[in-house]
């Protein structure tokens, strides 16, 4: 069983920044991409941000330019560095493989965006 386990989320105000980190069983980063997806309450989980495992990194258009994804093989951590924050980015942030996520998933981390 896979178990991921996300962190550094919180409330901030529009224009804030946060950053999100998830640690993996050994290895999973190293023989997977990462990836940080997003729910909203009503909303089907959508993908945010990727980094395959060989480093190619892609993103949610409304994130392009604000949000970083990044992984670390040596500690199998990733992190999701988000700025410039809005309203429209407050969800439960989860981490998974990428591009193809494992069927088990985290708690998630809320991210909460409001003035």
């Known amino acids: 069983q896979v178990r991921f386990v996300e962190s550094g989320g919180g409330s901030v105000q529009p224009g804030g920044s946060l950053r999100l980190s998830c640690t993996a069983p050994r290895n999973t980063f190293t023989l997977y991409g990462a990836g940080w997806y997003r729910q909203v309450p009503g909303k089907e989980r959508e993908l945010v941000a990727g980094i395959t495992a060989s480093g190619d990194a892609t993103y949610l258009d409304s994130v392009k330019g604000r949000f970083t994804v990044s992984r670390d093989r040596t500690t199998n951590t990733a992190h999701l560095q988000m700025n410039s924050l809005k309203a429209d980015d407050t969800a439960v942030y989860f981490c998974?493989?990428?591009?193809?996520?494992?069927?088990?998933w985290g708690q998630g981390a809320q991210v909460t965006v409001s003035s």
């Open positions: 998974n493989r990428f591009p193809t996520p494992s069927i088990y």
